[in-house]
């Protein structure tokens, strides 16, 4: 069955500093996708990234990357020069292809991130 | 703005009532997803429509229901309300049909069962 977990409950840096947040997942599919989104303090769900599970390459928007490596089924995080605005619950996500109830993302337990000036 | 509205965005009721929970996708979206979040159970899968038509079904309890109508807004049913439906319930929408695709998420309805 999918899974993903992410270890990390509360983190908490001072404004500058660099974080990553971690994600491991579990899936039987040869196909399937990954994700990340953001949960700020006031609720809404926030769409950051998604990741094919062919495409083994690292991202970089601005100040965030992510490191995806299948050899051990990890999709991490990390934040550079983070700021306070940065603060809020993040999720990994997984989705599989193979069949209709893959059709769902399965969320991780989320990694709170607390960001101090 | 993620483009998908739900209505209402604040919900207070009795335990054994009926709300109706609302949700329009973002222009386009022919895919509606149900999700539900709670402090113990975290962000849990409900139900997934694709232009009008159910197409999977998580951990969604007998007393909730959901339907897609034609011009592809979305309606959550809880009935016999419960002290633990109490939590945040989103709708997200997306293009496709398969996990493939993004789901961008609605606001979300906070529900408190009293």
């Known amino acids: 069955a999918q899974k993903v977990t992410q270890a990390q409950t509360e983190i908490s840096v001072v404004e500058k500093e660099d974080v990553t947040l971690d994600c491991v997942y579990e899936t039987r599919d040869t196909t399937y996708y990954l994700f990340w989104y953001k949960q700020p303090p006031s609720g809404e769900l926030v769409f950051l990234i998604r990741r094919n599970s062919f495409d083994e390459q690292n991202e970089i928007s601005g100040r965030y990357s992510w490191n995806f490596q299948k050899s051990t089924s990890s999709f991490n995080f990390t934040i550079t020069a983070s700021q306070v605005v940065d603060s809020a619950v993040y999720f990994c996500?997984?989705?599989?292809?193979?069949?209709?109830?893959?059709?769902?993302?399965?969320f991780g337990k989320g990694t709170t991130l607390s960001v101090s000036s | 703005d993620s483009g998908v509205t739900q209505t209402p965005k604040h919900l207070i009721t009795a335990t054994g009532q009926r709300v109706t929970l609302r949700c329009s996708p973002r222009?386009?979206?022919?895919?509606v997803y149900w999700y539900q979040q709670s402090l113990d159970q975290g962000l849990q899968f409900l139900i997934h429509y694709y232009n009008g038509e159910e197409r999977a079904k998580g951990n969604i309890l007998e007393r909730f229901s959901a339907q897609q109508f034609p011009d592809l807004h979305s309606e959550l049913n809880l009935s016999s309300l419960e002290l633990g439906d109490s939590a945040l319930y989103f709708c997200?929408?997306?293009?496709?049909?398969?996990?493939?695709?993004?789901?961008?998420f609605g606001p979300g309805t906070r529900l408190t069962v009293l």
């Open positions: 997200a929408s997306s293009v496709g049909k398969w996990g493939a695709y993004e789901q961008f």
């Open positions: 222009s386009g979206d022919l895919s």
């Open positions: 996500a997984l989705s599989e292809a193979s069949n209709q109830a893959g059709t769902a993302l399965i």
